[in-house]
Each structure stands twice: as structure tokens, then as C-alpha cells.
């Protein structure tokens, strides 16, 4: 894709594992929890949270949180973007 740049939102939460699932927290939006029972379910269910959030927001005219600027330095910290339909509304 030359000449063309990719624009993705991305919001950090913290993934840790405990008790035999894997919780999320989202570092930005205060409703962002959830949790799976594997890793890579945990990070789908960030996507599924994240974006129902942030499209509810945009439903209802609520203002919208965009995410801090952070590096997933950390091994528990992961950078989930949204949907594409509320990445599209986002931008």
C-alpha cells in the first residue's frame, strides 16, 4: 500500500492471569472490564468491551475518552483497537 497510511486508535489495558482465567482492565475507560478463559479469548473480549463502550458514548452524545499515549513496554499491558465501524466513526 504505497502512498496510503493505516489510522488506528489504539487503548492499553492490562491483562493478568489469576484463578484460572485472564482478567482485562482497561487503563482509560472506567467500565473496562472483562476477562477469558484463555489469552487469546481475554483479548477478544477487550476488543468486544472496548468497542461497545466507545459506541455506546457515540450513541449517546457522551463525550468520548481516546487513549493515553503509552508503549506496551510491560508484558501485561496489550494495545486493543476497536471495531472498524466505531474506528470509523472515531476518525
Same mark, same amino acid.
Given at each position: 500500500?504505497?502512498?496510503?497510511? /493505516?489510522?488506528?486508535?489504539?487503548?492499553?489495558?492490562?491483562?493478568?492471569?489469576?484463578?484460572?482465567?485472564?482478567?482485562?482492565?482497561?487503563?482509560?475507560?472506567?467500565?473496562?472490564?472483562?476477562?477469558?478463559?484463555?489469552?487469546?479469548?481475554?483479548?477478544?473480549? +477487550? /476488543?468486544?468491551?472496548?468497542?461497545?463502550?466507545?459506541?455506546?458514548?457515540?450513541?449517546?452524545?457522551?463525550? #468520548?475518552?481516546?487513549?493515553?499515549? #503509552?508503549? +506496551?513496554?510491560?508484558?501485561? #499491558?496489550?494495545?486493543?483497537?476497536?471495531?472498524?465501524?466505531?474506528? /470509523? +466513526?472515531?476518525?
Amino acid at each position: 500500500m504505497t502512498g496510503k497510511q /493505516v489510522i488506528k486508535i489504539l487503548y492499553p489495558a492490562r491483562i493478568w492471569p489469576e484463578d484460572g482465567v485472564y482478567y482485562v482492565q482497561s487503563l482509560d475507560l472506567d467500565n473496562g472490564f472483562t476477562f477469558g478463559e484463555s489469552l487469546k479469548e481475554a483479548q477478544e473480549m +477487550a /476488543v468486544d468491551v472496548l468497542s461497545s463502550l466507545l459506541s455506546s458514548a457515540l450513541a449517546h452524545n457522551e463525550p #468520548i475518552v481516546f487513549p493515553q499515549q #503509552i508503549e +506496551a513496554k510491560d508484558k501485561d #499491558i496489550y494495545l486493543f483497537a476497536p471495531n472498524a465501524k466505531v474506528q /470509523v +466513526a472515531l476518525l
